[in-house]
């Protein structure tokens, strides 16, 4: 089954003239960097999908064929990535009309969106740096100048990750924290050795943060944090750059980062004796069993689970699937902490996206093999082959259910069983309600208890709008919740706090209190204080 793609959950509900769709968006949130606070986000593994998944790149060559990889061809896939670029000095960025584009895909055919951001070769390209992509990246992360406009240019893409309906797994520099690691911290795999201009490259939303890459890291969290807490997940590039060796040195570089939430690496790993003709035969047992065990270990090392991110159509789908529906394969990468592979699909214009476009260049694995081979390599072949896989996926088991004792079994058939359904708002409740509190609330702060984020919560109500009410939470966490959000008993509260003058919302209010036992409510309603 499938998990949620929407922070909002499945369900909506129906408004009159005046309430909207359900939405929660964030506008804000601030206090001190290191604060420990409840996250606003569920656990990444409530939001993945629970089996195995796959996912493509979506660029603007590819057309619509990944879309009718699953309406014709039953390929559901589960992610779907792009880069992002940040703008500066006439190198052009990302903007809301392609993401946004991305976005609207992943909700009609309920994906996970990953935004690959690479910043930091692009802003030392527009420094005019020169060298290896190593040099550039080691040289532009000293400049606060280029910096500087790094951390709004990240914000800046946060907030439009703020802006999908579901959830994003914004992926932070592919290539660039490896080269941080192995050419920057001068044997050290400490990301506090490694020097990088955070606090003193200007930006304000980054002051607190040291000159350092884990102060780097750290800030975008922090980022993260204050534009996207809702919905955006933060993912390490984690890359193997010695050929499956060292992985606790991986481990402790990005343990100096920060609490991420997911590892995405590159591909397949280095499990074939060659990139060139006769790849199709080349399985190499050795290099298979240093890749599992450096990815095995970093996931198990880091408490993150990690996607097989831009895998070069062909190689590593025959490699995943040489035989399915054996399973063998796959099972053992979900054991090591994969839960998912995305591919690079890459066509030209004029091209036919199912034909061409299984790989850059760069990555190998051009040649195809002889006809009739189990390993052929164009898009086509993939479809097919993961048509086949969707028609019965393997679970991932993310979560291991603790065994309960006797006790607690009891305790818990004795909640199930007194636990009574909760009640059903009626649109006629629900509007005359919301109604009243576009007018009465719209300028007039006052403190409620609401239900927010799963449980009850003291908010300060900023104001309201036809789009919903604005309120500031705990930990000054800023938001507006849309008027079909708010539940029951938070309704009532509201109504006795703005209400008590409109005769619509009042009865309305009454019998939403008595359905969920507020009895005080009630007669505090009937009485008019």
Not at 62 to 81: I, L, M, Q, R, S
Not at 149 to 167: N, P, Q, S
Not at 280 to 295: K, P
Request: with cysteine.
């Amino acid at each position: 089954m499938r998990g949620t793609r929407s922070p909002m959950g499945r369900g909506g509900v129906a408004r009159a003239a005046c309430v909207g769709a359900v939405f929660l968006v964030a506008v804000g949130a601030v206090g001190p960097a290191g604060a420990a606070a409840r996250s606003p986000r569920p656990p990444i593994e409530d939001v993945l999908p629970r089996h195995f998944g796959f996912g493509i790149s979506w660029f603007s060559g590819g057309g619509d064929w990944p879309e009718k990889a699953k309406t014709e061809h039953g390929v559901n896939w589960d992610y779907f990535y792009v880069y992002v670029f940040p703008e500066w000095k006439g190198k052009g960025g990302t903007h809301w009309d392609y993401l946004g584009r991305l976005f609207d895909r992943c909700h009609r055919l309920n994906a996970i969106p990953i935004a690959s951001f690479y910043g930091m070769l692009r802003l030392a390209d527009a420094q005019g740096y020169k060298g290896t992509e190593i040099e550039r990246v080691n040289r532009v992360i000293r400049d606060p100048e280029a910096m500087k406009v790094y951390f709004e240019e990240t914000a800046r893409i946060l907030k439009m990750c703020a802006r999908h309906k579901g959830y994003v797994i914004f992926h932070s520099e592919p290539d660039s924290w490896a080269f941080m690691q192995w050419h920057g911290s001068n044997d050290t795999h400490d990301a506090t050795q490694v020097m990088a201009s955070v606090a003193s490259c200007g930006m304000p939303d980054v002051a607190e943060f040291p000159d350092n890459a884990a102060g780097l890291a750290r800030a975008l969290l922090h980022l993260r944090d204050l534009y996207a807490p809702l919905n955006t997940y933060m993912g390490f590039h984690a890359k193997d750059c010695r050929v499956g060796m060292w992985p606790e040195r991986t481990v402790k570089f990005i343990s100096s980062c920060g609490k991420w939430d997911i590892l995405l690496g590159d591909g397949i790993g280095h499990v074939l004796s060659t990139r060139g003709e006769g790849w199709w035969d080349a399985w190499d047992e050795g290099r298979h069993e240093r890749y599992m065990n450096w990815f095995g270990t970093v996931t198990k090392g880091l408490g993150l689970k990690y996607i097989h991110w831009q895998s070069v159509i062909g190689k590593a789908d025959y490699t995943l699937m040489p035989d399915y529906p054996n399973r063998q394969r796959i099972t053992e990468y979900i054991k090591a902490g994969s839960v998912g592979v995305t591919f690079d699909h890459r066509v030209k214009r004029g091209e036919d996206p199912g034909t061409a476009g299984n790989s850059d260049s760069k990555h190998g694995y051009g040649a195809s093999p002889p006809p009739g081979h189990p390993a052929q390599k164009t898009p086509n072949d993939l479809r097919a082959r993961l048509a086949r896989y969707y028609e019965q996926p393997i679970p991932l088991n993310l979560r291991r259910v603790k065994k309960a004792k006797p006790a607690e079994k009891k305790l818990a058939a004795f909640e199930k069983r007194e636990t009574p359904p909760r009640p059903v708002i009626t649109l006629e409740q629900r509007a005359p309600i919301c109604v009243m509190l576009e007018r009465a609330a719209r300028d007039e702060r006052k403190q409620v208890w609401i239900d927010l984020m799963g449980r009850s919560q003291r908010v300060t109500v900023m104001g309201a709008t036809e789009d919903g009410l604005s309120v500031t939470a705990r930990g000054g966490l800023a938001m507006t919740i849309e008027w079909a959000r708010l539940s029951g008993p938070s309704l009532v509260r509201l109504v006795a706090a703005y209400g008590r003058d409109d005769e619509h919302a009042v009865a309305a209010a009454r019998e939403i209190a008595r359905a969920f036992g507020m009895d005080e409510y009630v007669r505090t309603l009937s009485n008019g204080g």
